[in-house]
T-cell receptor, first 114, second 118 residues
Framework: GAGVSQSPRYKVAKRGQDVALRCDPISGHVSLFWYQQALGQGPEFLTYFQNEAQLDKSGLPSDRFFAERPEGSVSTLKIQRTQQEDSAVYLC????????????FGPGTRLLVL | AQTVTQSQPEMSVQEAETVTLSCTYDTSESDYYLFWYKQPPSRQMILVIRQEAYKQQNATENRFSVNFQKAAKSFSLKISDSQLGDAAMYFCAYRSAWSGGSNYKLTFGKGTLLTVNP
């Protein structure tokens, strides 16, 4: 079946612009995660959803970052007033039931803020 | 908080040879999971192997095996009979198994870039 998909794959934004990154998890997967991967680093946890409920948003770096999953499937990560330090690859992952199951990752969205 | 350290930023291996990637971690928990993920240039992170801390036996998946030393908090990945397709960034990751905590959150190391020479 289809894996986790993300769009766009690449995004260039001018500093101060708002951006929206989309994640389509594997069909039927209950749990969804967002990670941020800076250049040369490992991914870092941003937020976790179980169905439409955002159970953990402790990793979001600032209140400019907002994530939603209104119908319990597709998720959007929104970054307002982007800054250069937001440049990174944003990875989405999903797991079939609880977050304790294997997480399957998407290809990521590479965001470059100029 | 848990930390994961990969001390080898880059490694190289000849095709058909064996290579070992190192990982150490720090935790005060007794029950947890450890993972090795592979990230090829296409960026799709793929699970290579998983180890449960309460299991004494080292996990094995075909050409991939781990050496899990719980007391030393060490979790190395051995790749046997290396193939060109093994070239990628490899990440070690930790996840708590404690039901009262963030047992869904993966904590990653910085990665080791593996090059396979023909």
């Amino acid at each position: 079946g289809a894996g986790v998909s993300q769009s766009p794959r690449y995004k260039v934004a001018k500093r101060g612009q708002d951006v929206a990154l989309r994640c389509d998890p594997i069909s039927g997967h209950v749990s969804l995660f967002w990670y941020q991967q800076a250049l040369g680093q490992g991914p870092e946890f941003l937020t976790y959803f179980q169905n439409e409920a955002q159970l953990d948003k402790s990793g979001l770096p600032s209140d400019r970052f907002f994530a939603e999953r209104p119908e319990g499937s597709v998720s959007t990560l929104k970054i307002q007033r982007t800054q250069q330090e937001d440049s990174a690859v944003y990875l989405c992952a999903s797991s079939i039931t609880s977050g304790r199951e294997t997480q399957y990752f998407g290809p990521g969205t590479r965001l470059l803020v100029l | 908080a848990q930390t994961v350290t990969q001390s080898q930023p880059e490694m190289s291996v000849q095709e058909a040879e064996t290579v070992t990637l190192s990982c150490t971690y720090d935790t005060s928990e007794s029950d947890y999971y450890l993972f090795w993920y592979k990230q090829p240039p296409s960026r799709q992170m793929i699970l290579v192997i998983r180890q449960e801390a309460y299991k004494q036996q080292n996990a094995t998946e075909n050409r991939f095996s781990v050496n899990f030393q719980k007391a030393a908090k060490s979790f190395s990945l051995k790749i046997s009979d290396s193939q060109l397709g093994d070239a990628a960034m490899y990440f070690c990751a930790y996840r708590s198994a404690w039901s009262g905590g963030s047992n869904y959150k993966l904590t990653f190391g910085k990665g080791t870039l593996l090059t396979v020479n023909p």
